[in-house]
């Protein structure tokens, strides 16, 4: 069970950091970018007719740094809630097997 | 009577190797998970908005009927969510040299079925929507029928046909969360295809717009399984009881 678990966690590094190291070139830019680049090849008239919301209320692309913010913030709450959940289920096993 | 079980044996393994090949075959597809903000024309995004209507509200009450019967699986619920919150904002540089996140929404479509997920999805939907300029209000009704509904319906479509075939469960976990997190960009190039074809066929749109997923993609398909067995496996250790109350486990101890 623990050997599966760390093979698991090896794994998942290793597939996502190998390109990282053998793609020297690569930019890693987002996927999504990607897809409006491919919207203007097959369909080259088409103009986006809304902006985000947040960057049409501040009237300029959301700063690099603060997109990382949200996407942490994003990030953070998920990890609590797990965290806390988890935290509770295995202290509630503990006290399971005293009642035991 | 070998015969008939022969028969069955082969139905199961042509209904397999049809998912696959489905899902394989066809899903993949990478990464534009989300269709940007205007990115679609208003006529698709009020479309794609109405056919997520029935699921949202099969949704809605199926987890008001889980909640009703037994109140203490919100930890499970809220854990389910809480995982789709991290998993779709961690991303991860791929093998195509760009980079792109997963969904994460295969561990809710296992736990608590497909229709339930897509209101868990439409709650991490908004928040990027809304905060993060990914994705968009306008394309917020295509982008949940893709990763709310598309994508959990088939993880939840591989993982009862796997129970089924009797295949070890963490395998499923993994082909299940694998392969909805493909589809879900199967359909996105999809979409996309559908509302952006003006200087060629549909057919070729869809593949243009696969071609820069599917390579992206496949990777993060592939460590979306991993994460997701390791947390169905901790929650095995530890939530044995709320895994047995929604029949993801069987009884007996």
Same mark, same amino acid.
């Given at each position: 069970?623990?050997?599966?678990?760390?093979?698991?966690?090896?794994?998942?590094?290793?597939?996502?950091?190998?390109?990282?190291?053998?793609?020297?070139?690569?930019?890693?830019?987002?996927?999504?970018?990607? !897809?409006?680049?491919?919207?203007?090849? *097959?369909? %080259?008239?088409?103009?986006?007719?809304? #902006?985000? +919301?947040?960057?049409?209320? /501040? !009237?300029?692309?959301?700063?690099?740094? *603060?997109? %990382?913010?949200?996407?942490?913030?994003? #990030?953070? +709450?998920?990890?609590?809630? /797990?965290?806390?959940?988890?935290?509770?289920? *295995?202290?509630?096993?503990?006290?399971?097997?005293?009642?035991? | 009577?070998?015969?008939?079980?022969?028969?069955?044996?082969?139905?199961?393994?042509?209904?397999?190797?049809?998912?696959?090949?489905?899902?394989?075959?066809?899903?993949?597809?990478?990464?534009?998970?989300?269709?940007?903000?205007?990115?679609?024309?208003?006529?698709?995004?009020?479309?794609?908005?109405?056919?997520?209507?029935?699921?949202?509200?099969?949704?809605?009450?199926?987890?008001?009927?889980?909640?009703?019967?037994?109140?203490?699986?919100?930890?499970?619920?809220?854990?389910?969510?809480?995982?789709?919150?991290?998993?779709?904002?961690?991303?991860?540089?791929?093998?195509?040299?760009?980079?792109?996140?997963?969904?994460?929404?295969?561990?809710?479509?296992?736990?608590?079925?497909?229709?339930?997920?897509?209101?868990?999805?439409?709650?991490?939907?908004?928040?990027?929507?809304?905060?993060?300029?990914?994705?968009?209000?306008?394309?917020?009704?295509?982008?949940?029928?893709?990763?709310?509904?598309?994508?959990?319906?088939?993880?939840?479509?591989?993982?009862?046909?796997?129970?089924?075939?009797?295949?070890?469960?963490?395998?499923?976990?993994?082909?299940?969360?694998?392969?909805?997190?493909?589809?879900?960009?199967?359909?996105?190039?999809?979409?996309?295809?559908?509302?952006?074809?003006?200087?060629?066929?549909?057919?070729?749109?869809?593949?243009?717009?696969?071609?820069?997923?599917?390579?992206?993609?496949?990777?993060?398909?592939?460590?979306?399984?991993?994460?997701?067995?390791?947390?169905?496996?901790?929650?095995?250790?530890?939530?044995?009881?709320?895994?047995?109350?929604?029949?993801?486990?069987?009884?007996?101890?």
């Amino acid at each position: 069970m623990k050997k599966s678990v760390i093979a698991i966690i090896l794994a998942i590094c290793l597939i996502a950091l190998v390109p990282l190291f053998v793609l020297k070139d690569a930019e890693f830019g987002g996927s999504d970018d990607a !897809g409006s680049q491919v919207v203007e090849q *097959v369909n %080259s008239s088409y103009e986006p007719w809304a #902006t985000p +919301i947040l960057e049409a209320a /501040i !009237g300029r692309e959301l700063p690099g740094e *603060v997109e %990382s913010l949200f996407f942490c913030i994003q #990030t953070g +709450i998920g990890v609590g809630v /797990i965290a806390f959940v988890m935290g509770r289920l *295995v202290e509630r096993k503990k006290w399971m097997k005293q009642q035991k | 009577m070998s015969k008939s079980h022969f028969t069955r044996t082969e139905k199961r393994m042509i209904a397999l190797s049809g998912a696959l090949a489905l899902a394989v075959g066809i899903a993949p597809i990478g990464q534009a998970m989300h269709i940007m903000e205007g990115y679609l024309p208003a006529a698709y995004c009020i479309g794609w908005g109405i056919l997520c209507v029935p699921f949202l509200i099969a949704g809605l009450l199926s987890i008001q009927k889980t909640l009703r019967e037994r109140r203490n699986l919100i930890t499970l619920l809220a854990m389910s969510g809480a995982f789709i919150f991290v998993i779709s904002s961690l991303k991860i540089p791929s093998v195509s040299g760009s980079c792109s996140h997963m969904t994460g929404t295969g561990l809710g479509a296992i736990l608590f079925g497909p229709t339930a997920v897509s209101i868990l999805g439409l709650i991490v939907l908004l928040f990027q929507a809304l905060l993060l300029a990914h994705g968009g209000l306008t394309t917020l009704g295509a982008n949940t029928f893709s990763m709310a509904i598309a994508g959990p319906f088939v993880s939840f479509g591989v993982y009862s046909l796997c129970k089924k075939c009797n295949v070890s469960k963490k395998v499923s976990v993994f082909l299940a969360a694998a392969l909805g997190d493909l589809f879900t960009y199967c359909i996105t190039a999809g979409q996309l295809a559908l509302a952006h074809h003006a200087d060629t066929t549909i057919l070729g749109a869809f593949g243009k717009f696969l071609l820069v997923f599917a390579p992206t993609q496949l990777p993060l398909a592939i460590i979306e399984g991993l994460v997701t067995v390791l947390i169905v496996m901790g929650l095995e250790s530890y939530a044995a009881p709320e895994l047995r109350a929604i029949g993801y486990l069987r009884e007996a101890e």
